[in-house]
């Protein structure tokens, strides 16, 4: 039989030929999920021998992460600014730049919001970070995906969060006559079409293209979330929106025409413009 350790450097091997970006790590997370163990605990287990059911188990998951499904599909989960969220085809794997835009978001409201709304909520991540930040304030969540918004259910559930948020079948502002929020957030489709084709496989070829790329080079959503968003925001209210870096001049030039008291670009990690804000 193999021992732990064994089948962590067999796999590593496996994944690295494949291409795999840290391809220790990745077979170290797979390893440990089909044992049951953290990725720390398989340190004191190295000698361990590996049953035939859990290498049978192992085995699909690491065919699986060959073929460059993204790992987060693979173990079914991801983690999300302190929350452990339900991961499919259905929605986006989240990433540390939508964990910036919830962070940004929240640190620029002068006072806590009655009222949120996250447009186009995926996996529901950042309506259940934001559920979770601000325990007082009413929730909405829409996706035009009815699959999505079954996911983001199950993932309120599973957070603990059922009941705090309102999920709403919705093209962006469509099903929201009439109602508006003092803080709204969204991570829109915004690459371009080439992007995703020169995108990992694990994008290209396993992420909801819909959920990705927009038109006119990646800014049609967020031209058209910007353009209504005015209407359905309170007074004072600020608009936080993820976007491509190289958005930032059209996304500034229509707040300005259309009406917002001011706008802010934020830089992500990489210092590169990441985060678009607006306010009424």
């Known amino acids: ?55 049978a188990a192992l085995r699909e998951m ?4 060959g073929r460059r499904e993204p790992l987060q599909y693979v173990l079914g989960h991801a983690d999300f600014h302190g929350l452990k969220l339900k991961v499919d085809r259905r929605a986006l794997i989240p990433r540390p730049e939508t964990e910036l835009l919830v962070e940004t978001a929240v640190g620029r409201m002068a006072s806590a919001p009655a009222r949120i709304l996250d447009l186009g909520t995926g996996s529901g991540a950042i309506a259940l970070a934001l559920a979770r930040a601000y325990p ?5 969540a829409t996706d035009r995906s009815p ?6 259910a199950e993932n309120a559930e599973t957070n603990g969060l059922a009941g705090r948020v309102e999920f709403v079948a919705s093209d962006w502002f469509q099903g929201l ?16 079409q080439e992007e995703v084709r020169d995108a990992a496989p694990e994008v290209r070829e396993h992420e909801p293209h819909g959920a990705l790329s927009s038109d006119d080079g990646g800014f049609a959503d967020l031209s058209s979330i910007l353009g209504e968003a005015l ?31 001011r706008s802010e670009s934020v830089r992500d990690l990489s210092g590169r413009d990441r985060i678009f804000l607006a306010w009424r």
């Open 177 to 192: 006559l009439g109602r508006t929020f003092d803080l709204i957030v969204s991570n829109p489709p915004y690459l371009s």
């Open 231 to 261: 209407t359905h925001l309170s007074e004072g209210g600020l608009l936080a929106l993820e976007t491509g870096i190289s958005h930032h001049p059209r996304a500034t030039e229509i707040a300005a025409r259309s009406g917002y008291a």
């Open 62 to 65: 690491v065919r699986r992460r």
């Open 136 to 140: 007082d304030a009413a929730v909405v």
């Open 1 to 55: 039989m193999l021992s732990v350790l064994e089948v962590v450097k067999k796999t590593s091997e496996f994944f690295a030929s494949k291409g795999i970006e840290s391809p220790r790590l990745n077979a170290e997370l797979l390893v440990g999920h089909a044992l049951g163990l953290r990725r720390m605990d398989l340190y004191l287990r190295f000698e361990q021998a590996v049953g035939d059911a859990e290498l």
């Open 147 to 152: 699959d999505c918004l079954v996911l983001a």
